[in-house]
T-cell receptor, first 114, second 114 residues
């Protein structure tokens, strides 16, 4: 039961253009969503998060959009840079009746072409 | 460098054995999280400790256990190891107790079970 899905395993974008990474979830209990970036042989790095009471959060070149009705979030990177080439994970967290869930997607590998 | 340290970096052992992975959080961080990343899998949240107490539990097997000591370092114990336990194990830390707070990840311990 994959409650958090990243349906695109990979994405290639030209330097300077926009990268859009997508994530879908199935459980309405999730109330926080996060994006992490991971380089090979390193631990993930937190990028940006969004609460379910918002529909947009922006931090520099990174913007996360949340569409609760569609249970969909996306990460926009503008402009894309070669150093952004990494694997991006979305994650969703929430609790219900004392049970906590924190679930990651399987990741999307972004390649930014110079 | 995130400030989170994990030892050992690599571990090779046999099925049926028991191993202990160690994590030292960033100075001042009270929460420690453990994650597993198997081949071709996304990150799986295992367990969180906050100031010595278990705070949240994810998909942690009963053969696995963890604890956080008074000096805030944490250990993840894996017993009766199986081939499928071969994975990268990450530790992360954060200042606060909520899982959606920014987490800082260590470089990981690669466990190989033969």
């Amino acid at each position: 039961d994959q409650q958090v899905k990243q349906n695109s395993p990979s994405l290639s974008v030209q330097e300077g253009r926009i990268s859009i990474l997508n994530c879908d979830y199935t459980n309405s209990m999730f109330d926080y969503f996060l994006w992490y970036k991971k380089y090979p042989a390193e631990g993930p790095t937190f990028l940006i998060s969004i609460s379910s009471i918002k529909d947009k959060n922006e931090d520099g070149r990174f913007t996360v959009f949340l569409n609760k009705s569609a249970k969909h979030l996306s990460l926009h990177i503008v402009p894309s840079q070669p150093g952004d080439s990494a694997v991006y994970f979305c994650a969703a967290s929430g609790s219900t009746s004392g049970t906590y869930k924190y679930i990651f997607g399987t990741g999307t590998r972004l390649k930014v072409l110079a | 460098d995130s400030g989170v340290t994990q030892t050992p970096k690599h571990l090779i052992t046999a099925t049926g054995q028991r191993v202990t992975l160690r994590c030292s959080p960033r100075s001042g961080d009270l929460s420690v999280y453990w994650y597993q990343q198997s081949l071709d899998q996304g990150l799986q949240f295992l367990i969180q400790y906050y100031n010595g107490e278990e705070r949240a539990k994810g998909n942690i097997l009963e053969r696995f256990s963890a604890q956080q000591f008074p000096d805030l370092h944490s250990e993840l114990n894996l017993s009766s190891l199986e081939l499928g336990d071969s994975a990268l194990y990450f530790c992360a830390s954060s200042v606060a107790q909520f899982i959606y707070n920014e987490q800082f990840f260590g470089p990981g311990t690669r466990l190989t079970v033969l």
